[in-house]
């Protein structure tokens, strides 16, 4: 029920958040429910406001000097309070944003022509990094939302350099098990690649749930494994440029230190809001957790209600939400029909793999209320009034 939720996190305004000029709130037209973009509507976390506010009252816009502020610090101990991971502070490096950091370790362990692995339907930008990079790409899509460790295993025999793992995944929301990340490291150290395990989303793990970090799953996945890591899903701060290299052995630590130096610029109000959220962040993080798992919840209770066709697995971490609504006969990518007739914006399947053909990617990280609201703009998208 929502009275037990924070009130703050679940009375939101939509006249109030339209005045937000985020991209979000200015990417479609003002009578649009936007539901796409991996953003929440939530109030910051009062320990980042006060911060940001500080800083803004001293002026204090120049460039950022992570080492000084304590940032590295900040994340070990966040990470040894949430999961009991042990973290070298001076193996925790900063970086602009997670898409830019793998960017920058690819194009240092892989030349061009080189296969490097997503488990597809995956993140839209992993496919352009690959691209751009002029690597081949190496699809091994998920099987029934999990992993397909000898698929990886025979990409890496046949020469692929590298696995870019979305752990927990998006759009999925599925989490791999110790087994699989166990197989993957041993794979990987057997052929020498690298897994590269974007873990953006770990801090947002549901009730019932647990993350495991690549790095401790073996020594194996120390030695081939890079993860990187950052506040901005869990505490809403995207738009402020700040994320983590993680490394666990010398080998790892090797990579990111020889990357230019604009790989490791992080934005001055990223790094003291990451700082205040990474050490003083905890209750409200908890209240966010909250609501995403009522979310999640009363988004099956509502399609089941209204719209018993679209297949739907409440996610085990984060806010998004994969939704197979190939049974409503929308085409590839039902959101068209969804903006045109029912003005709400999801995103779209296909742009996530193949696999994503008659799929959409939903966000409820927003109030209970908002989440009523879009499913009942989807339900007149599809026609099922």
């Given at each position: 029920m929502?009275?037990?939720?924070?009130?703050?996190?679940t009375?939101?305004s939509l006249?109030?958040?339209r005045?937000?000029?985020?991209?979000?709130?200015?990417?479609?037209?003002?009578d649009?429910?936007p539901a796409?973009?991996a953003?929440?509507?939530?109030?910051?976390?009062?320990?980042?406001?006060?911060?940001?506010?500080e800083?803004?009252?001293l002026?204090?816009?120049?460039?950022?000097?992570?080492?000084?502020?304590?940032?590295?610090?900040?994340f070990?101990?966040?990470?040894k309070?949430?999961?009991d991971?042990?973290v070298?502070?001076?193996?925790v490096?900063a970086?602009?944003?997670?898409?830019?950091?793998?960017?920058?370790?690819?194009?240092?362990?892989?030349?061009?022509g080189?296969?490097?692995?997503?488990?597809?339907p995956?993140?839209?930008?992993?496919?352009?990094?690959?691209?751009?990079?002029?690597?081949?790409?190496a699809?091994?899509?998920?099987?029934?939302?999990?992993?397909?460790?000898?698929?990886?295993?025979?990409e890496?025999?046949?020469?692929?350099?590298?696995?870019?793992?979305?752990?927990?995944?998006?759009?999925?929301?599925?989490?791999?098990?110790?087994?699989q990340?166990?197989?993957?490291?041993?794979?990987?150290?057997?052929h020498?690649?690298?897994?590269?395990?974007?873990?953006?989303?770990?801090?947002?793990?549901?009730?019932?749930?647990?993350?495991?970090?690549?790095?401790?799953?073996?020594?194996e996945?120390?030695?081939?494994?890079?993860a990187?890591?950052?506040a901005?899903?869990?505490?809403?701060?995207?738009?402020?440029?700040?994320?983590?290299?993680?490394?666990?052995?010398?080998?790892?630590?090797?990579?990111?230190?020889?990357?230019?130096?604009i790989?490791?610029h992080?934005?001055?109000f990223?790094?003291?809001?990451?700082?205040?959220?990474?050490?003083?962040?905890?209750?409200?993080?908890?209240?966010?957790?909250?609501?995403?798992?009522?979310?999640?919840?009363?988004l099956?209770?509502?399609?089941?209600?209204?719209?018993?066709?679209?297949?739907?697995?409440?996610p085990?971490?984060?806010?998004?939400?994969?939704?197979?609504?190939?049974?409503l006969?929308?085409?590839?990518?039902?959101?068209?029909?969804?903006?045109?007739?029912?003005?709400?914006?999801?995103?779209?399947?296909?742009?996530?793999?193949?696999?994503?053909?008659?799929?959409?990617?939903?966000?409820?990280?927003?109030?209970?209320?908002?989440?009523?609201?879009?499913?009942?703009?989807?339900?007149?998208?599809?026609?099922?009034?």
């Amino acid at each position: 029920m929502t009275a037990s939720l924070n009130p703050e996190l679940t009375e939101l305004s939509l006249e109030t958040l339209r005045l937000r000029k985020s991209a979000k709130w200015r990417y479609f037209d003002p009578d649009v429910l936007p539901a796409f973009v991996a953003e929440m509507d939530f109030p910051l976390a009062p320990a980042v406001k006060i911060a940001l506010a500080e800083a803004v009252e001293l002026d204090d816009t120049g460039y950022g000097y992570p080492d000084a502020l304590g940032l590295a610090d900040a994340f070990a101990g966040f990470a040894k309070e949430r999961l009991d991971w042990e973290v070298d502070p001076a193996r925790v490096t900063a970086a602009p944003d997670v898409v830019n950091g793998l960017t920058s370790l690819l194009r240092s362990i892989a030349k061009p022509g080189d296969r490097v692995i997503i488990n597809t339907p995956v993140y839209t930008p992993f496919f352009g990094i690959i691209e751009e990079l002029g690597l081949e790409l190496a699809e091994v899509p998920l099987v029934d939302g999990q992993l397909d460790v000898d698929g990886i295993d025979a990409e890496f025999r046949g020469g692929a350099v590298a696995l870019i793992l979305c752990s927990p995944h998006n759009p999925s929301g599925t989490l791999p098990t110790e087994g699989q990340l166990g197989a993957l490291a041993a794979s990987a150290a057997q052929h020498g690649a690298w897994v590269l395990s974007d873990e953006i989303h770990w801090p947002l793990t549901l009730p019932g749930a647990r993350h495991i970090p690549f790095l401790s799953v073996s020594e194996e996945a120390r030695e081939h494994g890079i993860a990187l890591v950052s506040a901005s899903k869990a505490f809403n701060l995207a738009g402020l440029n700040c994320a983590q290299f993680v490394t666990a052995s010398e080998r790892g630590q090797a990579v990111v230190e020889g990357l230019p130096f604009i790989a490791k610029h992080a934005g001055h109000f990223g790094i003291l809001a990451g700082i205040a959220a990474y050490r003083d962040g905890a209750a409200w993080l908890e209240d966010v957790i909250a609501v995403i798992d009522h979310n999640r919840a009363l988004l099956a209770e509502l399609l089941a209600a209204k719209l018993p066709e679209v297949a739907y697995t409440p996610p085990r971490a984060g806010y998004l939400t994969w939704l197979d609504m190939r049974a409503l006969e929308l085409g590839d990518d039902p959101c068209e029909a969804l903006l045109e007739r029912g003005r709400v914006a999801l995103n779209a399947g296909p742009s996530y793999g193949p696999q994503g053909k008659g799929f959409a990617r939903l966000n409820i990280g927003t109030s209970p209320a908002l989440v009523e609201e879009a499913v009942k703009r989807i339900v007149k998208g599809a026609g099922r009034e």
